[in-house]
């Protein structure tokens, strides 16, 4: 029988606890942090809790230093694409929640999908988050029809887009094991917010008022063989200390159960939405700074987890995450279903929220080299090569996934840059792919990138290890 394994009271008391913390158990808790096993429900509350200055200071060089010994410099890109707004649900902060009359409803033909992916893949990307309303007649058959559409899609003849995540209604074990026959890498489900009495007020009509159906999904998609699950919370419903500890006690009951925790974690913060007051006016608004605090910190309490931050945030904004421990990031997205064709004509669309960088991935893939000195990768090699879920964790925790991080961002990006890098970005990626090479101890690894790359010069593409 699924239950709320969400302890309330344990979090309550973590946060009365870590009220305790002087600045001896602050600098305890940050050089336990460094051994990159994680933290407790306590000693993430009483980082997440300081206010001094050289604390967070602290905090946020040591999430630098983990990101670092974890992934090292890379920064994984993405795209969104949306598929279907139809939605069942009423959810007060949500454009997509199924009485608001202002929104257009859209469900993409299998045309207009194969339109989609090839103006995100003629831009770079090789990965795509399929994005889909959560709507009772949008059935499982129509979720693989719509990821096989996108994979079959080709950029000169090959294949366009190499791995689909996917963000989806929760599932059934069956449901979930016809979804991994179609070759996903991460499902992606997020439960908004962890505070069963908050749930219950923002979800008001539809399948998504089940907290703990919502809460299991993530376990019956493991239990489906699909291990690489992802968890967020919609910063902004409720009080963000407690969301951030609850999501570490999911994260604790994923990996008791599976031995696994989620492979990536996301931190939307509520942005205005279509037909939504509760979007312009959040709740529990964040300022930045705690926003950045929240970030750091989970990068310590879960070390081993990839980072994602969306272009909900402006450019500043991101840079700056990046630099505190965000390891994937999204680039050039349009949040409605048609919005890259809509784009690409200019042709005004109602998204699902603002966005706050609106930049092209070029633009964003510069920035990145310029201000933050970090490796664009458009990797898929764990997949491929079957680097998931308890694999990729016994790789991750000790800090070795980054001996394959490193190599597979270099390539990728190498190819990114011939076939579509503006002419600044050659020259500034090319720069960066050469001090990186450099930094490459192993000299067997450090003579297989220089062969790939002369491989990709040649016009092989695709390379990757």
Not at 54 to 64: K, L, R, Y
Not at 87 to 111: H, M, P, Q, V
Not at 115 to 139: M, N, Q
Not at 371 to 376: I, S, V, Y
Request: aromatic content about 8%; overall charge negative.
């Amino acid at each position: 029988m699924e239950h709320n394994f969400i302890n309330e009271k344990e979090i309550f008391e973590s946060i009365e606890n870590a009220q305790k913390a002087d600045k001896a158990m602050i600098n305890d808790i940050l050089q336990k942090a460094r051994e990159l096993k994680g933290l407790s429900l306590t000693e993430t509350a009483a980082l997440l809790m300081t206010k001094d200055p050289e604390d967070i200071a602290s905090i946020f060089e040591t999430a630098t230093w983990i990101k670092d010994e974890i992934y090292g410099n890379r920064i994984v890109l993405f795209a969104p694409l949306y598929v279907t707004n139809l939605c069942g649900n009423i959810c007060d902060y949500c454009a997509f929640r199924a009485d608001n009359k202002e929104l257009e409803r859209i469900t993409l033909s299998k045309e207009q999908l194969i339109e989609e992916t090839k103006i995100i893949s003629d831009s770079g990307h090789k990965r795509a988050l399929l994005v889909y309303g959560e709507h009772p007649s949008f059935k499982i058959n129509n979720v693989i029809e719509s990821i096989e559409t996108v994979y079959a899609v080709k950029h000169n003849d090959e294949q366009a887009i190499r791995r689909i995540n996917i963000n989806a209604a929760p599932m059934s074990v069956d449901d979930f094991k016809a979804l991994k026959e179609t070759g996903i890498g991460t499902y992606q489900c997020f439960q908004e917010t962890y505070h069963y009495d908050t749930y219950k007020k923002v979800h008001l009509a539809g399948l998504k008022t089940n907290y703990e159906y919502r809460l299991h999904a993530l376990h019956r998609a493991q239990k489906a063989g699909i291990d690489d699950v992802a968890v967020g919370v919609l910063f902004g419903l409720y009080e963000p200390i407690f969301e951030v500890l609850a999501m570490l006690q999911h994260c604790f009951e994923l990996e008791r159960e599976f031995d696994v925790g989620p492979h990536t974690v996301s931190f939307p913060r509520i942005e205005p939405a279509l037909g939504s007051d509760m979007s312009i006016h959040p709740p529990y608004e964040i300022d930045d700074q705690l926003f950045k605090q929240i970030v750091a910190v989970t990068r310590l309490a879960i070390p081993y987890t990839g980072m994602i931050i969306s272009t909900r945030e402006n450019p500043k904004m991101r840079a700056e995450l990046i630099d505190l421990g965000v390891s994937q990031i999204s680039a050039g997205s349009k949040t409605s279903p048609g919005g890259y064709h809509e784009a690409k004509a200019n042709i005004p669309r109602k998204q699902q929220f603002l966005i706050g960088d609106e930049r092209s991935l070029d633009e964003v893939i510069n920035d990145l080299i310029v201000r933050n000195k970090h490796m664009p990768s458009f990797c898929t090699s764990c997949y491929r090569k079957g680097r998931t879920g308890h694999k990729f964790m016994t790789l991750a925790k000790p800090g070795n996934i980054k001996n394959f991080c490193q190599p597979n961002a270099i390539l990728t990006f190498m190819e990114y840059l011939q076939q579509f890098g503006s002419e600044e970005t050659k020259i500034n990626g090319i720069k960066l792919i050469t001090d990186e090479l450099a930094t490459i101890e192993n000299e067997i690894l450090k003579a297989a990138v220089k062969e790939g790359l002369e491989r990709l010069t040649a016009g092989e593409t695709d390379i990757y290890f």
